[in-house]
């Protein structure tokens, strides 16, 4: 069993004084090869089933190569010819064990017509980057690998390695034939072994509707995604002649019961003091609500209402189900013999997709209907936090964005950082800031504001600098 680090200057929002780092003068080279590089990444059509993520790694590698990279310390490699991940090595002066910054290539399908720009060409409009893929997850990396290439071109040498992996498959799930940090733990795990995981695909500031910058949240946990397929089945027959058990009635009726699940309301080692840390941002009853809620114990009737009145924060306090898909039947004019549907469940750090199905099956109430995990691993890790490598983060954080509070956060989503805890690997989840109307990504006109992009280059770099030193 490892260590589980936990500080109480790391669970007070990193209220602990920490040494000033001096700040790095941020080439201004770095930020135009970021955006020259996120544009190039954009153009790129890496989403399933017919987008080529070995395109966009190629690109990534030919950058690093002429930033002096030598050519066996940039691959390109993946399970197939169409699915390939970009990993490079910045070797570095000491033994110790190599720090991986991650962030993958590929990313959720997206219409032409349902977007109002094309969602295959950076589009720059009204102080913002539009496009697919601009906060999920080319944005970083496109960072982290101009930044890369920023420390190889200026002769940096870090004490250790220094790794990079952009990959493939992220959005696919835990497939390991479509998934590049399963694939590649499986089959080339030397190449991104490392002590810890800086991922640019998770945590992230928040900006108060007036402007301010309220808090960096650094990943230090994150959700378990899991899938069930609900499933009835019937002999069928003709339309003409109804009969009792239409599968699609059956379905339909036990949707209904997990719309009104409620799993239980649960405050957890990160959570507690990011509930402490909004209430210094809000005021009157909704900070009183906050304050009661990460309390010890903390308060039932306050954690009941503020996971009613706000979905963030539902999400944050327990498990959650939805329905996402359904199938049904085989013509118009035909009682249906099968009907289906996908509930998408994401479980909190130390429960288990077999409880979850448990309480969905009590639930639903109808033994006619099958209730059957089809995607996702079998637990969530619990959380590890090395105040050291917080401390880190924290310093970098400090150069950019000068007294906001770092906090650590759940990550209520999923990311490939879920398989290196598997293996008992920290990681630790960095984004930029973006205010409630920019959360777009898998959705229409997803986009990044161009300060905080910038930010998030320059922040990343001293990140890299600081942990190389």
């Known amino acids: 069993m490892r260590r589980v680090f936990v500080s109480v200057c790391v669970l007070v929002a990193l209220s602990c004084p920490v040494a000033p780092s001096p700040a790095q003068v941020v080439p201004p080279s770095l930020v135009a090869s970021s955006r020259q590089l996120l544009r190039d990444l954009i153009g790129i059509n890496t989403a399933e089933p017919d987008g080529n993520t070995t395109t966009a790694a190629t690109r990534v590698a030919d950058v690093l190569k002429a930033a002096g990279f030598a050519a066996e310390d940039v691959q390109v490699i993946g399970a197939d010819a169409r699915r390939g991940n970009v990993v490079a090595r910045l070797a570095g002066r000491?033994?110790?064990?190599?720090?991986?910054?991650?962030?993958h290539l590929d990313v959720v399908p997206a219409l032409r017509e349902d977007w109002t720009t094309d969602p295959y060409t950076l589009v720059e409009k009204d102080g913002y980057y539009y496009g697919r893929g601009t906060t999920d997850d080319k944005?970083?990396?496109?960072?982290?690998?101009?930044?890369?290439?920023?420390?190889k071109r200026e002769g940096f040498v870090p004490d250790r390695d220094l790794v990079l992996a952009l990959t493939t498959g992220e959005e696919s799930g835990a497939d390991e034939t479509a998934n590049g940090v399963m694939w590649l733990l499986k089959h080339h795990r030397p190449l991104i072994d490392a002590a810890y995981v800086i991922?640019?695909?998770?945590?992230?500031?928040?900006?108060?509707?007036?402007?301010?910058?309220?808090g960096y949240g650094v990943q230090a946990a994150e959700k378990l995604y899991a899938d069930f397929t609900l499933e009835a089945t019937h002999?069928?027959?003709?339309?003409?002649?109804?009969?009792?058990?239409?599968?699609?009635?059956?379905?339909?009726r036990a949707l209904s019961r997990v719309e009104t699940l409620a799993l239980p309301l649960k405050v957890g080692p990160v959570t507690q003091p990011f509930l402490a840390f909004l209430a210094t941002t809000e005021s009157g009853q909704k900070a009183a609500d906050l304050r009661a809620a990460a309390a010890t114990p903390p308060d039932p009737s306050a954690l009941s209402k503020l996971?009613?009145?706000?979905?963030?924060?539902n999400a944050q306090l327990r498990t959650t189900c939805v329905a996402t898909q359904m199938t049904a039947g085989h013509a118009p004019?035909?009682?249906?013999?099968?009907?289906?549907?996908?509930?998408?469940?994401?479980?909190?750090?130390?429960?288990?997709?077999?409880?979850?199905?448990?309480a969905l099956v009590t639930a639903i109430d109808d033994t006619a209907v099958s209730v059957t995990q089809t995607e996702g691993v079998q637990h969530a890790p619990l959380v590890r936090l090395d105040p050291a490598v917080m401390a880190l983060?924290?310093?970098?954080?400090?150069?950019?964005?000068?007294?906001?509070?770092?906090?650590?956060?759940?990550?209520?989503?999923?990311?490939?950082?879920?398989?290196?805890?598997?293996?008992?690997?920290?990681?630790?989840?960095?984004?930029?800031?973006?205010r409630d109307e920019d959360k777009r990504a898998h959705g229409k006109d997803e986009r990044i504001g161009f300060k905080q992009f910038d930010e998030a280059a320059r922040f990343s770099y001293e990140l890299a600098k600081i942990i190389g030193r």
């Open 94 to 103: 000491g033994p110790g064990k190599p720090i991986l910054f991650l962030a």
């Open 139 to 151: 944005q970083f990396a496109a960072i982290f690998a101009a930044v890369f290439a920023q420390l």
């Open 199 to 214: 991922n640019g695909d998770a945590g992230g500031g928040m900006i108060a509707s007036d402007g301010r910058y309220l």
């Open 235 to 252: 002999d069928g027959g003709h339309s003409s002649r109804p009969v009792k058990g239409n599968p699609i009635y059956r379905i339909v």
């Open 307 to 313: 996971a009613d009145e706000d979905p963030s924060l």
């Open 333 to 358: 004019n035909a009682l249906p013999q099968r009907a289906r549907a996908n509930v998408n469940c994401r479980i909190l750090p130390g429960e288990t997709p077999a409880a979850i199905r448990a």
């Open 393 to 434: 983060i924290t310093r970098a954080a400090g150069v950019v964005w000068p007294g906001v509070p770092v906090v650590p956060v759940l990550e209520v989503g999923a990311s490939d950082g879920l398989f290196f805890r598997e293996l008992g690997v920290d990681v630790y989840g960095v984004y930029h800031f973006e």
